[in-house]
Every structure is written in C-alpha cells, then in structure tokens.
C-alpha cells in the first residue's frame, strides 16, 4: 500500500511537471495593460487570432486556470471568444473559450471579465491564447516590436471546444500586441465527495459484484480528474473510469480498508477511504420447524425428514446434526441423505410407547463451521391404529367326515397402517381338531370321524405386531357326529386315599358314565401319571372298577410320587370321553429292621470315653425319612444314639483280676414308636500299657580274672505290670564296647559269667549296659560295671566287701588327669612369669605356702558301705597310703551312703 502511495505522488508530480508548474493566484499571460494596445482593430470579419510569440507573453508556463479576462473593446459592438488552444502535434486543439458580448455604449473602453468557477477554463503549460470574433473585430491592436508574433485567419470559424485546427497553415506575422489579458490562478483541489465511507457485503457476494461507486468533484468543472486505488489487495477491482469497486474474487469474512486519490490536471489531488466489511453469511434452514408423525410400533429404521439447509456462499459447506432432544433419547440421528443435504431418522427398534412418551422435540443444528444456526423438528408419537377383523363373528358347517388339513374358513382383517397381520386361536373344547394359519386360513388338523364334539367355537386374534385384537368367534358346527359317551362321576372334587400295604385287589374306585346311544359298546380304559402307578392299580375294562394290583404291594417308600392321576378314557368306539381322578396313597409307620441277629466289634482296654468301635449295623426302615435312635443293655458302654459308635464307659484294664476281655450286650434301635434288637458282642484286646523297670539305673558287681565260666555274679531282675504276655520280659547286653560277650543274663534276672577274664588284668573295670523288653517292644536300660579288683600276696580270707581304691574307679582317672594338666599349666606360667619379669620372689611365696600347707592335718572322711547284692564275695579291704595325707583315704562307690 506504502508503494502503492508514493507511485500515485509520484505519478501525480510527473502529471504535475508535464502540465506546468502549478500557477499562482494573480499571475497573468498577455499585455499588462491591454488599455495601451488601443491603436487599431483588425478590418476583416469572422476573424480568428492565435498569439503564439516566441518570447512566450501569451504562451502559458503553467497548469492552473483563466480566472479573467482583460481587454480593450475599440469599436463595434458583438461577442468576442477568448479561447485557448493547445498543440497538438501540427495542429491545435481548442481546449476552450470564454464568451463575452460587447454591447453598445461599452465601446472604446478596458473591459475586465470575470468567470465564474464553473467557467473557468484549464490551462496546460504551453497553451496558447486565442480570440475569435464573428462578426466586426471588437479587440485591438497595436503594432510594435519586431518579433510579437501572431497568426490570424478567418478559416477557422465557429468552433466547438475539442476541435482541431491546423494553425501551422496559417502564416505567422509579427510586430503586433493584441490588446488581451488573461489572469490564472491555481484552481481547486479535486475531491472524493462520498469518502469515507462503509460497504458491508457478504462472503456469499459473486465475484465482479459491484461493491461501490466514487464520485469525484472539482469546482473547476472544466478540469481533468484522474482516480486511483492506492491500496494493493486482490479482492477488489478498482476501474479508473467508472470509479465502480467491485469483488475481484470469493470474499473471505473480515473487514479490509481500501484507499483512493483523485488527481486533477495540474496534480492537486483528494484522497479517501472505502471500508468494506464482510459478513458470513450463517446456513440458513429452509423447512424448518416441522414436524412429523411416527407410530409406535415403528421398528425399521426410518428417514423422517430431509432438511433443506443451504448456505449462500459456494465455499462454505453445510452439516447438520441432532443438537439435543427434549426428553432425552439417543434414537434420533442425522446422516446424509442425498447429494449435500442431512436427514434425519429414527434409528431401528426404537422402542416407541405413546403411554410413555408421545411428543419428542428434536434441537436441529446447523453450521457452515463459522455460524450455526437452529431449527425445531417435532415428533409426535401416534398409537397404533388397531387391525379390524372383516369377516368374524361367523360360523361354518363341517361333516364329520371331513379330513386332515382341509380349509374350513378363510379370516380376513384390515389395518391402516398396512402392518403384517399375524393369526392366532383358542378353541371352547380341547383337544380341539383346528389350527388357523397367518394367512387367516382356518384348515382342520385332524379327521373329525374321531370326535364326538358337535361344535367347536374358535377364538380367532389377530396381531399387527404393536396391538392384539380379539377374540372373534368362529363357529364350527359338525353335522352328522356320533354322541360321545359322559363320564358321570368324574372328576373327583378331593383325592381318593389308599394306605399302603393295602390288601391286593381291594376296590378303590368304580367309575361311572352314560351315553345316550344307549346300543353302543364302551370301552373302559386308563393310564396312569406317573405311569409306575399302572403296577399298584387296574382298571376293570368292562365295568370300569378301579382296584389295588393283584400281584404287587404298595409300598408308599418305594414311590416316586404319594399320589396317583388315573386318566380315565370312556370309548364307545367313535366317540369318547376322558377324565381323571386322584389316587392319595397314604404313608404307614414300620418298623426299623436289624439285618442281622449278631453284631461284632473290637477294641483296646483304656480310659473311661476311649472309642472301641462302631457297629456296621446294617438297620432298614421302610419308611422314607425316619430317624433311628440307638441304645446298649451293658453298664460297661455307652452308645450315641445317632451315629451307634460304642465307647468306655469307665476305665477298663484287663491287667485287673477279674476283667473280662469279651462280653456280649443287647442293642436297639428305635424310629421313635417301634424298635428292633439284636446282640453285640463286644471284644476288648489288652494294650501293652506298662514299661518293664529294673529296681534300679545302675548296677555294680565284682569278679576275679580267674572267676569261673557261668558263675552268677549279680542279679539285674526287672518286673513289668503286665498281665499276660505282655508281662513276659527278656534281657539283653550291649558288650560291643567289651569287644566279647563275656557276660549273659538269665530270665531270672541272674548276670553269669559267660566268657573268661583271663584277657584282664587286676585293677580293671568293665562296663556295658542292660535292656529289659516286654512283647510289646517297651524297653528299660541300666548300666551295669564290673570291677576286676587287684590281687595281694595273701589270698583274701576275709569275706566281707572291701573299699574300692580311688584308681580303681574310672571316674576318678578321669577327672585326676584334667586336675593334674590345668596344675601343670600354672606352674608353667608361673616360672615364665618369673625368668621374664627376674621377679623369683613369687615363685619363692608359692613354694612356702606349699610346704606350710603339707603339714596341715587333713580331714578323716567316713564311709559306710551297703552292699546291694549278696552275691558279692567278702574282699578284704586294701590301703593305699598316700605320702601327701597323714590318715588313709577311703574310696567309694555305687550303694555306699556318706555320714
């Protein structure tokens, strides 16, 4: 647009420089006083003067307009035109020229004429001043000088303005001032007279739309006007000539500013601007609001309305949808329906209810993606209109010869609403020998020379698939029937009642009937529902007598059902008759039976509630759902009385005199009214409940290397509680240690010498270890040592025990050699205290308070020995001094007591 401006300057400077400079107010071409020109006028008539001197005194330098006229009227009278020519190549052409009329008493005087704007004329740098006169020459003139130019002719004549002459025909005379002034100024600026103002159009306008007219204005009427658009935009067309702006192409929505300059010959110039807003132009819905009606048994899907929305504007498309919907459903939607137009539907199986809803308001919107616009569709819901039957109620006669599958009627119906018709039918009797079809077509299912009904009515409907219509009467009367047979005493208002285990054969029930072809044959015949009661009942074909089976017995537990439906058939061989009654079996109590007379159960002796066992008592009741209750006679048990399990009923031990290991009890068993017995023996076994013990956990005895092979050296006699042979106890050794069996015990209790001890020497003790087993595996251990003692000189006189030396016993060996390594120790410390620190007199202390200590008395240890076995030889008692004590040391060992 920036560019655009400063070319339209620049243009209108260089029309400017071309024209002239712009002249100013009070300049003027010609004679200052044409007053001084007064000396002559020309003779000739009709003449035409052109002032072209070369020293440019009637030649205009610049663009502006002739505001005045000045000239000196010599003589005579008549209209002078004061013109202006223009060059023209070799011509001239006249731009234009002022009239003024000299009338008489004017003569001979300086006349000033002023023009009014409107009749100004315009004048171009290089214009030249013209004068016609038509009749006598009124102008004067003076000659002077030698180079006052001027060309005059009659040739030229009355002219309009726009014309050309050539005035280069006509020869150029000089030395002559005409008597003539023209007085310029620089005229008006040009203008937009209808600037600024608004267009507002729409993106719909076509292109080449004619959007606004300029008008331009000039007071100089007679100047030249250039328009131009100074703004760059390809929407809009701008013609310089018409001054029309029109749309260049499809208008996009938005307001754009279009500015324009008007330029006049001499470059002044008027702007203004044009603002052209565009509008969207919104979709507009041709057809709606509208409504529409749907029935309520509608289930296909179904175009409702197409809706005719359009939009102006060939560039915007059009959708439309389902804005909301009042009451709220999702069964409406729009889609295209055809080309660009939406429809709208309702979807399939909409479920419609006129009772529920009956009007629906539908929000149709419509948008062009810039503006949407609304539209109401309203559907109304109508009930459906009801099927009409056109031919029923009626009635048709049939033989009872006719056969199956033949038509016997044909039921018409109407609707309105053209929907399928569907047929169904209930018949007065059954079974009922007719069926209709959807066609309406009524066609026999069975050969009629089987019934016996005279006449059938049919309760025919008839359904549109929204409404069910009925019933209508069709009746069937079949001439020529058989009468049927009737069962007079049946049905039965209240079930007959057999108990079970009736008597075979007994009556139930005599069945009754009349006919009234008193000539006719019956048959009487049943079944029976469930069909197991045909094995407990018969009918009497002949005189139609319901009793108990023959053969079989009723067993009430054993049925499937307590009651019985007898359907009873009555023929006369065409026609007949059926009904039913009901036999109620009634349930008898029996008693619970024991399937055997005697019952065995085993169990363990034990505390009062231990579990012995549980019978298999193999009990049966017939009777469906009774409870059993069991009991036992014997005071030693008790029995639960559901479940029969036998448990102690105070501690049993078989290992007390007198016990009984098997007793024999009576048992029963109740269904609440009747019971049943039989014996139960019960058998109890003996439990190995008590371990073996020896009389003690250790035992020591003594034997001399030479002692002689089988001498019994102790005894190691166990006992065990137990009665029977689970008191029986045997012993064991374990001698592996020994590396022989060297010893055996007897079953007495008696420990032998079994092997020699030659192998050992005085001094040595020996030991290994006693088990004791009962039967049932329970075992008791004791240790049992045997100590070699050592030999004097003197064979032993005395036989009474001896004291058993301190060496002599194992354990004192033992713990002797730890007390003798941790003493060593100390001392060993002890002196490597003493070298490393040359500190001796510890060492020194120690030893004083060693010797000090050996003097000191020890205390007398007394013993008294209690030998356990008598078995055990007299061994005089031995001494062994010991050099550290000052009275002797006794040892000690197993049964001795220290006082």
């Given at each position: 647009m920036h560019c655009t401006l400063i070319v339209c300057t620049f243009l209108s400077f260089c029309v400017s420089f071309s024209n002239g400079a712009a002249c100013k107010d009070g300049d003027h071409k010609g004679e200052n006083d044409p007053k001084s020109k007064d000396?002559?006028?020309?003779?000739?008539?009709?003449?035409?003067?052109?002032?072209?001197?070369?020293?440019?005194?009637?030649?205009?330098?610049?663009?502006?307009?002739?505001?005045?006229?000045?000239?000196?009227?010599?003589?005579?009278?008549?209209?002078?035109?004061?013109?202006?020519?223009?060059?023209?190549?070799?011509?001239?052409?006249?731009?234009?020229?002022?009239?003024?009329?000299?009338?008489?008493?004017?003569?001979?005087?300086?006349?000033?004429?002023?023009?009014?704007?409107?009749?100004?004329?315009?004048?171009?740098?290089?214009?030249?001043?013209?004068?016609?006169?038509?009749?006598?020459?009124?102008?004067?003139?003076?000659?002077?000088?030698?180079?006052?130019?001027?060309?005059?002719?009659?040739?030229?004549?009355?002219?309009?303005?726009?014309?050309?002459?050539?005035?280069?025909?006509?020869?150029?005379?000089?030395?002559?001032?005409?008597?003539?002034?023209?007085?310029?100024?620089?005229?008006?600026?040009?203008?937009?007279?209808?600037?600024?103002?608004?267009?507002?159009?729409?993106?719909?306008?076509?292109?080449?739309t004619l959007l606004f007219t300029l008008t331009v204005a000039d007071a100089d009427t007679s100047d030249t006007?250039?328009?131009?658009?100074?703004?760059?935009?390809?929407?809009?067309?701008?013609?310089?000539?018409?001054?029309?702006?029109?749309?260049?192409?499809?208008?996009?929505?938005?307001?754009?500013?279009?500015?324009?300059?008007?330029?006049?010959?001499?470059?002044?110039?008027?702007?203004?601007?044009?603002?052209?807003?565009?509008?969207?132009?919104?979709?507009?819905?041709?057809?709606?609001?509208?409504?529409?009606?749907?029935?309520?048994?509608?289930?296909?899907e179904l175009q409702l309305y197409v809706i005719n929305a359009t939009d102006t504007s060939e560039y915007d498309t059009v959708t439309c949808s389902i804005q909301s919907v009042s009451p709220t459903t999702s069964i409406f939607f729009t889609k295209i329906a055809s080309g660009s137009l939406y429809g709208i539907y309702i979807q399939a199986y909409p479920s419609l209810s006129y009772d529920s809803v009956n009007a629906y308001t539908l929000t149709v919107a419509c948008t062009d993606s810039k503006d949407t616009v609304t539209g109401l569709f309203h559907v109304y819901i109508t009930r459906n209109n009801a099927p009409v039957f056109t031919n029923l109620q009626a009635s048709v006669n049939v033989t009872s010869k006719t056969p199956t599958s033949t038509s016997i009627y044909t039921v018409t119906s109407s609707d309105a609403e053209g929907d399928q018709l569907y047929y169904n039918m209930t018949c007065s009797t059954t079974p009922c020998p007719f069926a209709i079809y959807h066609s309406g077509e009524v066609r026999s299912t069975d050969s009629l020379e089987s019934y016996t009904v005279a006449g059938y009515d049919l309760f025919i409907y008839v359904y549109d698939g929204t409404t069910l219509v009925g019933p209508k009467t069709l009746t069937v009367i079949v001439t020529d029937i058989n009468s049927a047979p009737i069962l007079t005493n049946l049905p039965l208002s209240s079930p007959v009642s057999v108990s079970e285990n009736s008597a075979l054969g007994v009556s139930v029930f005599q069945v009754s009937y009349s006919d009234i072809d008193t000539s006719d044959t019956h048959v009487i015949l049943a079944t029976f529902s469930?069909?197991?009661?045909?094995?407990?009942?018969?009918?009497?074909?002949?005189?139609?007598?319901?009793?108990?089976?023959?053969?079989?017995?009723?067993?009430?537990?054993?049925?499937?059902?307590?009651?019985?439906v007898v359907n009873v058939h009555v023929s006369d061989g065409t026609a007949s008759a059926t009904s039913s009654l009901t036999i109620s079996i009634m349930d008898v109590n029996e008693a619970p039976v024991f399937g055997k007379t005697l019952y065995q159960i085993t169990g363990t002796e034990g505390n009062a509630g231990t579990a012995v066992g549980t019978p298999g008592f193999d009990v049966t009741d017939p009777d469906n759902g009774a409870t059993q209750k069991y009991s036992i006679d014997c005071p030693e048990f008790n029995m639960d009385q559901t479940t029969a399990a036998v448990t102690l009923a105070a501690n049993y031990d078989l290992d007390v005199s007198g016990t009984s290991s098997q007793v024999t009890c009576n048992v029963s068993v109740s269904d609440g009214e009747l019971t049943a017995t039989s014996a139960l023996q019960v058998t109890i076994n003996d439990v190995n409940d008590n371990t073996p013990s020896f009389g003690q956990p250790s035992y020591t005895f003594y034997a001399q290397p030479n002692e002689a092979v089988g001498s019994v050296i102790g005894s190691i006699v166990a006992t065990d509680a137990d009665v029977g042979a689970?008191?029986?106890?045997?012993?064991?050794?374990?001698?592996?240690?020994?590396?022989?069996?060297?010893?055996?015990?007897?079953?007495?209790?008696?420990?032998?010498?079994?092997?020699?001890?030659?192998?050992?020497?005085?001094?040595?003790?020996?030991?290994?270890?006693?088990?004791?087993?009962?039967?049932?595996?329970?075992?008791?251990?004791?240790?049992?040592?045997?100590?070699?003692?050592?030999?004097?000189?003197?064979?032993?006189?005395?036989?009474?025990?001896?004291?058993?030396?301190?060496?002599?016993?194992?354990?004192?060996?033992?713990?002797?050699?730890?007390?003798?390594?941790?003493?060593?120790?100390?001392?060993?410390?002890?002196?490597?205290?003493?070298?490393?620190?040359?500190?001796?007199?510890?060492?020194?202390?120690?030893?004083?308070?060693?010797?000090?200590?050996?003097?000191?008395?020890?205390?007398?240890?007394?013993?008294?020995?209690?030998?356990?076995?008598?078995?055990?030889?007299?061994?005089?008692?031995?001494?062994?001094?010991?050099?550290?004590?000052?009275?002797?040391?006794?040892?000690?060992?197993?049964?001795?007591?220290?006082?």
């Amino acid at each position: 647009m920036h560019c655009t401006l400063i070319v339209c300057t620049f243009l209108s400077f260089c029309v400017s420089f071309s024209n002239g400079a712009a002249c100013k107010d009070g300049d003027h071409k010609g004679e200052n006083d044409p007053k001084s020109k007064d000396n002559d006028v020309d003779t000739a008539t009709g003449l035409s003067v052109l002032l072209d001197r070369n020293d440019g005194k009637t030649v205009f330098d610049c663009c502006g307009f002739i505001k005045q006229w000045e000239f000196y009227a010599k003589k005579n009278t008549g209209t002078v035109h004061f013109q202006v020519w223009r060059p023209a190549g070799t011509s001239y052409s006249l731009v234009g020229e002022n009239l003024y009329t000299v009338t008489s008493g004017n003569e001979d005087k300086e006349i000033k004429y002023s023009l009014l704007t409107a009749n100004r004329i315009g004048i171009q740098s290089g214009d030249v001043i013209g004068i016609y006169q038509p009749g006598s020459v009124i102008v004067s003139h003076k000659q002077e000088g030698s180079s006052n130019q001027y060309r005059t002719t009659t040739s030229v004549g009355s002219l309009s303005v726009g014309s050309t002459f050539d005035w280069s025909a006509v020869t150029q005379s000089n030395n002559r001032k005409y008597a003539i002034r023209a007085d310029v100024t620089n005229g008006n600026n040009p203008s937009i007279t209808n600037l600024a103002a608004t267009v507002t159009g729409t993106d719909a306008t076509p292109i080449g739309t004619l959007l606004f007219t300029l008008t331009v204005a000039d007071a100089d009427t007679s100047d030249t006007l250039t328009t131009t658009m100074t703004t760059t935009t390809s929407l809009f067309n701008f013609d310089s000539t018409s001054l029309q702006v029109t749309s260049a192409q499809q208008l996009p929505s938005g307001t754009t500013t279009l500015n324009f300059q008007v330029t006049d010959a001499c470059g002044s110039t008027g702007t203004g601007t044009l603002t052209i807003v565009v509008t969207n132009v919104p979709p507009v819905i041709h057809n709606l609001p509208y409504n529409t009606d749907v029935t309520e048994d509608q289930t296909a899907e179904l175009q409702l309305y197409v809706i005719n929305a359009t939009d102006t504007s060939e560039y915007d498309t059009v959708t439309c949808s389902i804005q909301s919907v009042s009451p709220t459903t999702s069964i409406f939607f729009t889609k295209i329906a055809s080309g660009s137009l939406y429809g709208i539907y309702i979807q399939a199986y909409p479920s419609l209810s006129y009772d529920s809803v009956n009007a629906y308001t539908l929000t149709v919107a419509c948008t062009d993606s810039k503006d949407t616009v609304t539209g109401l569709f309203h559907v109304y819901i109508t009930r459906n209109n009801a099927p009409v039957f056109t031919n029923l109620q009626a009635s048709v006669n049939v033989t009872s010869k006719t056969p199956t599958s033949t038509s016997i009627y044909t039921v018409t119906s109407s609707d309105a609403e053209g929907d399928q018709l569907y047929y169904n039918m209930t018949c007065s009797t059954t079974p009922c020998p007719f069926a209709i079809y959807h066609s309406g077509e009524v066609r026999s299912t069975d050969s009629l020379e089987s019934y016996t009904v005279a006449g059938y009515d049919l309760f025919i409907y008839v359904y549109d698939g929204t409404t069910l219509v009925g019933p209508k009467t069709l009746t069937v009367i079949v001439t020529d029937i058989n009468s049927a047979p009737i069962l007079t005493n049946l049905p039965l208002s209240s079930p007959v009642s057999v108990s079970e285990n009736s008597a075979l054969g007994v009556s139930v029930f005599q069945v009754s009937y009349s006919d009234i072809d008193t000539s006719d044959t019956h048959v009487i015949l049943a079944t029976f529902s469930p069909s197991s009661g045909g094995s407990i009942f018969t009918v009497d074909s002949t005189n139609g007598l319901i009793t108990t089976s023959s053969t079989t017995n009723i067993n009430y537990e054993s049925l499937a059902t307590s009651t019985v439906v007898v359907n009873v058939h009555v023929s006369d061989g065409t026609a007949s008759a059926t009904s039913s009654l009901t036999i109620s079996i009634m349930d008898v109590n029996e008693a619970p039976v024991f399937g055997k007379t005697l019952y065995q159960i085993t169990g363990t002796e034990g505390n009062a509630g231990t579990a012995v066992g549980t019978p298999g008592f193999d009990v049966t009741d017939p009777d469906n759902g009774a409870t059993q209750k069991y009991s036992i006679d014997c005071p030693e048990f008790n029995m639960d009385q559901t479940t029969a399990a036998v448990t102690l009923a105070a501690n049993y031990d078989l290992d007390v005199s007198g016990t009984s290991s098997q007793v024999t009890c009576n048992v029963s068993v109740s269904d609440g009214e009747l019971t049943a017995t039989s014996a139960l023996q019960v058998t109890i076994n003996d439990v190995n409940d008590n371990t073996p013990s020896f009389g003690q956990p250790s035992y020591t005895f003594y034997a001399q290397p030479n002692e002689a092979v089988g001498s019994v050296i102790g005894s190691i006699v166990a006992t065990d509680a137990d009665v029977g042979a689970f008191g029986t106890i045997s012993y064991t050794l374990d001698q592996v240690s020994l590396g022989n069996e060297y010893f055996g015990v007897q079953s007495n209790g008696d420990f032998y010498l079994k092997t020699g001890l030659t192998t050992f020497s005085s001094g040595q003790s020996l030991s290994l270890t006693a088990t004791v087993t009962d039967s049932g595996g329970l075992t008791d251990t004791a240790a049992v040592t045997i100590v070699i003692p050592e030999s004097t000189t003197a064979a032993p006189t005395t036989t009474t025990d001896r004291h058993v030396t301190f060496l002599e016993d194992p354990k004192n060996i033992a713990w002797l050699s730890a007390a003798v390594v941790i003493l060593c120790g100390i001392v060993c410390l002890m002196v490597y205290q003493s070298f490393r620190f040359g500190d001796y007199s510890r060492l020194a202390r120690w030893c004083q308070r060693s010797r000090s200590k050996k003097l000191q008395k020890p205390r007398n240890h007394y013993r008294r020995t209690y030998y356990q076995s008598p078995r055990v030889r007299d061994i005089p008692e031995l001494e062994y001094p010991s050099p550290a004590m000052e009275s002797d040391w006794r040892p000690w060992r197993v049964g001795t007591h220290e006082l």
